[in-house]
């Protein structure tokens, strides 16, 4: 006997909108499953509007209403039955964001919680990172995404560290991350792993996932510093077109996927990490665990 519920996240980023939908399998005496439906991404670019300007601007909003509308019914058809919808940066910093939130809410009937840097990290943990990690080991997770990236360090299986910094695909992208903002994480990534050996790192992010399905890899292996340094190389000796054309990367993705390559490889190279993890994990997957587990 199974019994299944039907979960839904909404993951508001500074690059794209997400709805990720869920079965959760639950059989006695099994562990739970937590089988995704369906995907859907909508590349509205919030963070071109609230880190250049400050406010989310008028088309932006119409796109999310609208966007936010075929999410509700989508989630109907498909017989969702709970549903948390989350923003990060681009809402945050944004000064129209709670506006903005409020007049989803009134238009498509979707309330949007805007969270900070911390609780985004602390969501993420809930995915399969746990079973990811190993107690005796030492892990670096790095979440890029178009507004922060969020770094948390495991030990002993734990939490013992955790940050969020302004430095983004979208932010890079338009000139705003200084260098002292490049210097703030390098010092506090070597002041947390500096007693640490053989640092193991963890990735999360569209981008990485990107970047490790053009590795054909297969899931369980990692990839090497020297890959990402030679993917580095390779997609900036591209144009942004022969990156989709040749490549066949989305428009919104072919611009980024530098600027987040960039940001793995300092990290791995301040961190000592020689491989880096990528289990496809992030804060949709995160969002559906937490309320799972209640958590959230």
């Known amino acids: 006997m199974i019994n299944i519920k039907k979960y839904a996240a909404i993951d508001i980023g500074s690059n ?35 880190f250049t300007v400050g406010e989310i601007a008028e088309e932006s909003i119409e796109r ?26 681009a809402m945050r910093e944004a000064y129209n964001g709670k506006e903005v939130a409020d007049l989803i809410e009134q238009e498509a009937g979707i309330k949007i919680d805007i969270i900070d840097g911390k609780r985004e990290a602390a969501i993420i943990a809930s995915t399969d990172l746990q079973q990811f990690i190993k107690p ?16 948390s360090l495991f030990t002993n299986g734990k939490i013992t560290a955790s940050r969020s910094f302004k430095n983004g695909t979208v932010r890079l992208l338009n000139n705003m991350v ?51 340094n030679s993917q580095y190389q390779f997609l900036n000796s591209l144009t942004y077109e022969q990156r989709i054309s040749e490549l066949g990367l989305n428009p919104d993705r072919a611009d ?41």
């Open 16 to 50: 794209a909108m997400r709805l990720l939908m869920t079965n959760i399998v639950e059989q006695q005496g099994r562990e739970t499953q937590f089988n995704k439906s369906s995907l859907v991404r909508v590349p509205i670019r919030l963070g071109q509007d609230a």
């Open 256 to 296: 980024v996927i530098i600027y987040a390559t960039r940001i793995y490889l300092n990290v791995m190279k301040w961190s000592g990490a020689r491989n880096i993890y990528v289990p496809k994990i992030g804060l949709s997957d995160g969002i559906v665990k937490a309320m799972y587990y209640g958590k959230i």
């Open 64 to 89: 999310m209403v609208d966007a936010m509308k075929a999410y509700k019914l989508l989630m109907k058809v498909h017989g969702i039955e709970r549903y948390m919808a989350c923003a990060t940066s």
């Open 136 to 151: 005796d080991q030492t892990y670096l997770f790095v979440d890029v995404g178009g507004g922060s990236t969020e770094f």
């Open 178 to 228: 200084n260098d002292i903002v490049w210097q703030e994480i390098e010092k506090w990534i070597k002041a947390v792993t500096e007693q640490y050996d053989n640092i193991i790192m963890v990735g999360s992010g569209g981008n990485i996932n990107k970047l490790f399905k053009m590795s054909g890899k297969k899931q369980d292996l990692p990839l090497s510093y020297f890959y990402i």
